[in-house]
């Protein structure tokens, strides 16, 4: 008998510690939601038309197979891609595959004349990351989580680039 009082006793402390745990888990995620708004690069939107992003990302995919890449169209391709983030909700299949585009063309940028270069192989796979969250209709399975994601790597490639600049300025 006195061992099932043990086990009540258990099964309501780690009730208490699940609920503690969910507050608190809540509370965190509450307070980067609304810190997010803060993550949106200021850049003018664009409207982002499907068809032109499916061209985009067969270029990029083109261009992760030759040596001599073309910079001036890869820095097009970045503004492009930030222009259409900036365009759509954080967190839609859209948004994710404008960054995923603009992953990708960081990574070729940053790729060297080397097919076997590993920036290459990354882009080849944001690519393809584009294009199934193009697929995907509506939010992402991740929900506001995926979206927060999403937008963090999007201010990370936003800083990636504003380093590269500083290093091409330097040479």
Not at 46 to 53: C, S
């Amino acid at each position: 008998m006195r061992w099932v009082f043990g086990l009540v006793a258990l099964l309501i402390a780690v009730a208490v510690a699940l609920t503690l745990s969910a507050r608190s888990a809540k509370r965190s995620f509450d307070a980067v939601k609304a810190v997010a708004p803060a993550l949106k690069e200021d850049v003018p939107a664009r409207d982002l038309d499907e068809n032109e992003v499916l061209r985009l990302a067969d270029r990029l995919e083109q261009l992760s197979g030759v040596t001599d890449l073309p910079a001036d169209e890869l820095h097009e391709a970045v503004a492009t891609c930030a222009a259409w983030a900036a365009g759509v909700t954080p967190g839609s299949g859209a948004y994710r595959a404008s960054v995923k585009l603009r992953a990708a063309a960081d990574a070729l940028l940053a790729a060297g004349d080397d097919l076997a270069d590993p920036q290459r192989r990354t882009a080849r796979r944001a690519v393809a990351e584009a294009r199934r969250a193009l697929a995907s209709p509506g939010s992402q399975p991740a929900g506001p989580a995926g979206a927060i994601r999403d937008q963090l790597e999007n201010v990370q490639l936003r800083h990636r680039e504003q380093l590269q600049e500083v290093e091409k300025q330097d040479q």
